[in-house]
């Protein structure tokens, strides 16, 4: 799940092409398939939204959850993916832009009535009846 966070004049006109961006990242770089974009959007007004000095009104603040298990190195190549192609593809300053990476343990996280151990569990189980 990503939270993204912006002043809303400035966020909501790029948010879908903000969400390509951020998903084609998560792809790239985690390998997550087409179909597993959870990405939510915070408009805020300007008066509630405070932000350090030197960052103007297109600061943007993206929150990812993931389950714990990845290493240092790809959730680092994940940052600086986001940050090139922020720049790139919507001219979004890395100066504007912070990134939080947020772990939780499998146990958890819910989805599908079942948590994240037990889909690990089953995904592991399927993988191992189909190489066999």
Avoid at 39 to 51: L, N, S, T
Avoid at 53 to 73: F, H, L, W
Avoid at 77 to 91: D, M, R, T
């Amino acid at each position: 799940m990503i939270l993204v966070y912006g002043i809303k004049e400035n966020l909501n006109p790029i948010k879908a092409k903000l969400s390509d961006v951020i998903h084609g990242c998560m792809q790239s770089v985690l390998g997550l398939p087409e179909d597993k974009r959870a990405h939510r959007f915070v408009p805020m007004q300007k008066e509630d939204f405070y932000y350090p000095s030197g960052r103007t009104d297109a600061y943007t603040v993206i929150e990812i959850n993931m389950m714990a298990g990845r290493k240092p190195e790809t959730q680092k190549a994940l940052i600086k993916s986001l940050f090139h192609e922020l720049e790139s593809q919507l001219s979004l300053a890395s100066i504007d832009v912070e990134i939080t990476i947020k772990e939780q343990a499998p146990y958890q996280w819910g989805f599908r009535g079942i948590t994240g151990d037990e889909a690990m569990r089953q995904m592991i189980s399927s993988t191992k009846l189909t190489c066999r």
